[in-house]
């Protein structure tokens, strides 16, 4: 017998029929995340992630892409997936950026449309804006970011996103979808343009209090999150003419969506710059706090959206694509791009810091450096930018790569010396706090090619103190490996005491050296960092400056194909204090992403850290690349 509930609801689903409201509501309590990772091969495609609570996510499917480039795509990749719930529940609509960065740049001119089910079998249909509105629109060079919303009063859903034209500005644009969800039935109309004529990209719209908010990115003009407010859906929004955003960083691709059973809102965004995601929450959709904390994912995702689904949908995608690892993982241990560590333990402060390049620009083109601090070697803390050269560097705007850092005590306090790279010469900045600020010499220390050096590169600096004698020396190259003692003041020295020492040809680069009970131990890396051949070699020496015996097994760090790791070196070393414990910390490629990745992968790269051991004579033993970095005792 039916229970007199289900009774009632029966007799209002017949009530409603030709409303075609007879479906139970979905009750939602979890949620899906859909991103894409990046800009190259194999990283503009379709992710999944799954969450309980809206703060921890875990990728799915392996980290691989649910959906195939190859038969959506036109053009062999697609970016900011979008995917919202039909009006009665039913069925699922999403809109991706048609577009494969490497070979067309940042111009495009369709889109995809996909509907689906059961949020694993999708089909799609490719929207040529230019083929289907030829009049208006044959000249259209981006077509970006769209996304759906149900329009209630018009009965249809509206598809929204932004275009632009060679010399003139983005401007977000909307149209209907027809009832297939296969086709834009009605001519692009503008949604929401500038106040002041500039680019608007990346339109993300909830309703909210009776209201439509359009969240968007302010493009070109002081690029941040900005938002517009209007009573109707398709016309009438008016700027609230601040940024929305919690950082000073580059952002772009909000994503809105409310917790369950909360009166909370999550805005998440790209921090496309750095590679990383932050989310941020709010009750009123004005005010915004960070929430970072809570956070926590095993991906590195870009642009993305979340939807709300029921916990029946949410097993559904566990069983079709799985869970991406059961492994909890400790490496890596920075969230985003970072490469080429350098790290100390600072006397002053009585805690590690970690000196990476910052990571994740096409051509490793960064330009500016961060320190992150710890006091277990396992949980990091983002201090702050140290040095920016577009700021802070008169004689360089470029490729901030490969630092190095000494700590000095003074009578009267620290001194801290930071060598760097920046457009291939090497520089000096200094402060009196190991998380800076620090200020730069205003001319780089090394600009010339020493003689005797062949090819390369004047990069990644290396700074040893050798406790034997007190002297400082500064090692340097790529390509070939030279040394020479810096005077007292740490800023100078004399020309003709530069030594050429390299190894052997495995020699590439990022030379780093310690002491280590009477003996002084040389790593370098072999190869390219876009090779997932990359890797550490080492040689041992009874001077500073050589000459170095290089042991039989000298190779002691390389790729782990059965976990995924792949591209391990760019190596610095440390010591735990009052104990003969090595930590060795290195970059790899961005797991698993990176093997797929082509040589984009070379400035994808991730911080670990995992132990080094010794043998009897002093010999290093192979080290094996860890997911689960260290413990110590």
């Known amino acids: 017998m039916k229970s007199h509930k289900n009774f009632l609801f029966d007799i209002l689903c017949i009530c409603l029929l030709s409303l075609n409201s007879c479906s139970k509501p979905i009750k939602t309590e979890a949620y899906l995340f859909s991103y894409f990772i990046g800009n190259g091969a194999g990283q503009e495609s379709v992710h999944y992630a799954i969450s309980d609570d809206g703060f921890n996510f875990r990728a799915l499917n392996n980290y691989l892409p649910i959906l195939d480039n190859d038969v959506i795509s036109k053009q062999g990749g697609v970016r900011d997936p979008h995917i919202l719930r039909s009006d009665d529940g039913k069925s699922f609509y999403m809109a991706l950026t048609d577009l494969y960065v490497p070979n067309d740049g940042w111009t495009n001119e369709s889109m995809i449309l996909l509907k689906s089910d059961d949020l694993v079998n999708w089909t799609h249909s490719n929207i040529h804006i230019p083929t289907v509105f030829p009049e208006k629109f044959s000249e259209v060079r981006r077509v970006w ?16 996103w932004s275009m632009q034209f060679e010399g003139e500005e983005d401007i977000i644009y909307y149209a209907y979808a027809n009832k297939d969800f296969t086709a834009l039935e009605s001519e692009p109309q503008q949604l929401f343009f500038h106040p002041d004529g500039k680019s608007c990209i990346d339109g993300d719209i909830i309703f909210h209090e009776g209201k439509y908010h359009l969240f968007f990115k302010t493009e070109g003009h002081g690029n ?44 998440m965004y790209d921090v496309y710059m750095n590679g990383s995601y932050q989310f941020t929450k709010s009750t009123d959709l004005e005010d915004f706090s960070i929430i970072d904390e809570q956070i926590s994912m ?7 959206s979340v939807l709300p689904i029921s916990l029946e949908e949410k097993e559904r995608l566990i069983n079709d694509f799985g869970y991406a690892d059961e492994v909890v993982s400790g490496n890596p241990v920075l969230k985003g791009y970072y490469a080429d560590p350098e790290i100390i333990y600072s006397d002053k402060e009585q805690k590690y810091f970690l000196y990476p390049t910052s990571d994740g620009f096409d051509g490793w083109s960064g330009t500016y450096f961060k320190t992150f601090s710890s006091e277990n070697l396992r949980d990091w803390k983002e201090e702050a930018v140290i040095l920016d050269l577009q700021k802070d560097v008169s004689w360089s705007d470029k490729h901030a790569w490969a630092p190095a850092m000494l700590e000095v005590k003074r009578e009267d306090g620290y001194e801290y010396f930071y060598y760097f790279t920046a457009s291939q010469k090497i520089g000096l900045a200094t402060s009196d706090s190991p998380s800076g600020p620090f200020k730069d010499s205003g001319k780089p220390l090394i600009d010339f090619r020493p003689e005797g050096a062949g090819g390369g590169q004047e990069i990644d600096p290396d700074i040893f103190k050798d406790p034997k004698s007190d002297k400082t020396y500064l090692y340097w190259g790529n390509g070939y490996l030279a040394v020479v003692p810096l005077n007292d003041d740490l800023k100078s020295f004399d020309k003709k005491q530069i030594k050429i020492m390299t190894p052997d040809n495995t020699f590439r680069e990022g030379v780093e050296v310690f002491f280590r009970k009477g003996k002084y131990y040389f790593l370098w890396s072999e190869d390219d960092t876009r090779s997932e051949n990359y ?24 790729k782990n194909p059965i976990l995924g790791i792949y591209g391990t070196g760019h190596n610095s070393v ?11 910390v290195y970059h790899r490629f961005k797991r698993p992403e990176g093997i797929r990745m082509g040589s984009s992968a070379g400035f994808h790269r991730e911080i670990c850290i995992d132990k080094m051991e010794f043998d009897e004579n002093g010999y290093i033993l192979k080290i094996e690349p860890t997911l689960d970095g260290i413990t110590l005792r």
Do not use: C
Not at 145 to 160: C, E, L, N, R, W
Not at 535 to 558: H, M, Q, T
């Open 574 to 584: 440390i010591n735990v204090r009052d104990t003969d414990d090595w930590m060795i």
């Open 535 to 558: 890797r550490v070699r080492y040689a041992i020496s009874d001077s500073p400056i050589g000459p170095l015996e290089i042991p039989k097994n000298n190779l002691i760090l390389s």
């Open 224 to 267: 941040g999150l900005k938002k517009a407010v209007s009573d109707q859906l398709t016309q009438g929004y008016e700027i609230h003419d601040k940024y929305l955003q919690q950082t000073t960083e580059a952002v772009e691709g909000s994503g809105i969506f409310k917790l369950n059973d909360s009166d909370d809102y999550i805005l």
């Open 145 to 160: 970011a769209p996304q759906t919303i149900f329009d209630s009063k018009a009965g249809k859903y509206m598809v929204y």
């Open 298 to 304: 095993d991906f590195h995702p870009r642009h993305g």
